[in-house]
């Protein structure tokens, strides 16, 4: 029988406020355990949360950027449960009244095109962390307890892992372009929760699902969907029941495993906050975000493919970050060349990144260096290979590609007498690769132009130098 998977995805987002949800305290990631408490967030008697009005803002900018109804009047509930590294028994979230709903989300990719739906999206505190090291048993650290988050909830609209992973891709990309969150998933900024279930091609019934919690990478997220969803049909199969559950994934392993039968809303025994006001909204409010929203990653992709001839890889990548988009424009703004400036960003420059593990926001040199380092190979003062090495004394020294050409005598050699002679000198030096070239194979001139380059230190002009050799052959 063939089966269909049916995924609805949670997201939790911390936002980058620089205080707590109700609280003072710091939300600083890697301080020290339990330094950034107090009683407001840990929750002890006679203490009055007062919400913080920075994470109303990122609240309504991320439903917007994701085409939600924003709602004019919200409300602030307890959510009951223990667990210990939860120290007052209850999270404050919303229940019933959302601030955000309604939203929804375009994805694009290999068989599908199409919307996914997001149901809601509340705001919430997070709770602290249990830490199992040691031989001191299980410590809990407080320090997240009050750390300001959304959870964006989505229809059950997708269909595959690849499904899933570009939404989630795509809801990173909001919450960094609208500088809601810095998504750093290595730090627990970003984690999904996956509700799946898989039922029959055709059918309309949805089948039992399962919560699989706080993945926080892609890979997981992919990894956990392909792997659970095999594992449902193989028990359906088998004739077992799916049984309704939250699991934990276990990327190592490549499994999950069941943790606690699946609580419903009413488990949690919600009942509205007594401490805290209502969020009223206003109108004009409203607009005033709704027209602070920057061009987002989609609309970049479209000019880039529509208007500066890049293909559908080169502009996702490009605007994989804000970071990098800004940078890019930024280069293309100084040089009118965006397929050069995207060629050297996508390949010499991320090179260079990934090498030393740091990010594009962090090099040493402007987007206006790059673009004057393009022009002066547009302009054939100095070779592409020249350029080269431009580039990574840029990178490395912060130094203008003015002052690294003159220092390192870089300027492009178009003395075609010059360059004549060596290129007779070289001829003469490798008769194999010149009769491999004369007996037609003609990968043979890459080795001979790259002799000329190498004697010349990288400075014959190239083009000059390919003509050369067919020439004197």
Request: charged share 30%; hydrophobic share 35%.
């Amino acid at each position: 029988m063939e089966y269909e998977i049916v995924i609805g995805l949670e997201i939790h987002s911390e936002l980058q406020t620089k205080s707590k949800i109700f609280c003072g305290c710091s939300t600083k990631f890697g301080a020290d355990e339990n330094t950034q408490t107090c009683p407001v967030c840990l929750g002890l008697p006679g203490t009055l949360p007062v919400l913080n009005k920075k994470v109303v803002e990122y609240a309504v900018t991320a439903g917007t950027a994701m085409d939600c109804k924003i709602a004019r009047f919200s409300k602030m509930d307890r959510k009951n449960y223990f667990y210990p590294d939860l120290p007052k028994a209850y999270q404050i979230s919303q229940f019933d009244l959302p601030i955000c709903g309604e939203g929804k989300i375009h994805i694009k990719g290999e068989g599908f095109d199409k919307f996914v739906g997001i149901t809601r999206i509340h705001i919430e505190e997070d709770a602290g962390k249990l830490i199992h090291e040691g031989s001191e048993g299980t410590l809990a650290d407080n320090n997240r307890c009050g750390v300001p988050l959304i959870e964006i909830v989505t229809e059950p609209d997708m269909r595959s892992a690849e499904e899933a992973r570009v939404f989630a891709e795509k809801v990173k990309a909001t919450l960094e372009y609208t500088e809601v969150s810095d998504c750093k998933m290595q730090e627990g900024s970003l984690r999904f929760d996956v509700n799946l279930s898989v039922r029959p091609m055709g059918s309309k019934e949805y089948g039992t699902r399962t919560e699989m919690k706080n993945l926080n990478s892609f890979r997981s997220l992919e990894n956990a969907i392909k792997s659970e969803s095999k594992r449902q049909i193989k028990e359906i199969e088998k004739g077992n029941k799916i049984i309704q559950e939250t699991r934990k994934w276990d990327d190592d392993k490549g499994l999950s495993f069941s943790l606690r039968s699946k609580e419903e809303a009413h488990d949690y025994r919600y009942f509205p906050d007594p401490d805290l006001v209502p969020v009223i909204l206003e109108e004009e409010y409203i607009e005033s975000i709704k027209g602070s929203i920057p061009i987002l990653p989609w609309e970049r992709i479209e000019k880039y493919t529509s208007e500066w001839n890049l293909t559908q890889t080169e502009s996702q990548i490009l605007t994989t970050t804000k970071q990098m988009a800004d940078f890019f424009e930024e280069s293309v703004m100084y040089c009118d060349d965006a397929k050069s400036v995207s060629n050297w960003i996508l390949g010499d420059l991320s090179a260079l990144l990934n090498e030393v593990g740091i990010e594009i926001t962090q090099v040493k040199f402007s987007p206006k260096d790059l673009a004057k380092m393009i022009h002066m190979i547009n302009k054939k003062e100095i070779s592409n290979s020249a350029g080269k090495t431009v580039l990574k004394e840029m990178f490395e020294t912060g130094a203008t590609p003015e002052d690294i050409v003159k220092e390192k005598g870089l300027v492009q050699m178009n003395d075609e007498d010059a360059i004549k002679e060596i290129v007779l000198k070289v001829i003469a030096d490798n008769p194999k690769s010149v009769e491999d070239l004369r007996s037609g194979k003609d990968k043979a001139i890459g080795f001979l132009v790259g002799q000329v380059m190498k004697a010349t230190k990288g400075k014959a002009n190239p083009g000059v130098v390919n003509d050369m050799i067919k020439k004197n052959i």
